[in-house]
């Protein structure tokens, strides 16, 4: 339905901060597989750049169990910046991110919230 978004794609930053081995232990090989379908199009959208953020190093074991099932185009896309924000910040106008990610934007999604409310039915 977002036809501009699908096509110019979009920037994902996650802040991973709060992953560790309880996470990696629940993870077996059908959910990797689907992580890496659903990044290399198996959903209709595009995902320009990822930015990983505060990452711990067990996160890197799941990326590298990831890393072999995604193409070179999306593996080229991640970004790791660790606990450096001002390297997202290079590659991120911070302008567009919420202060706890040293930005100045403010964090609304009220009307995300409430286009995805009217296509409840929908789904």
Known sequence: REVKTQIAGVTVVSDVSGFGFKHIRVI?????????AFMTGSFPLWFNKIHVINHPRLFNVLFNMIKPFLNDRVRDNIVFHGNDLSSLHQEVCPELLPG???????????????????MDNHF
């Open 28 to 36: 077996g090989l059908d959910q990797i597989r689907c992580i890496a």
């Open 100 to 118: 706890d990610l040293g930005g100045s934007g403010e964090l609304d999604n009220t009307a995300v919230v409430a286009a995805a409310k009217k």
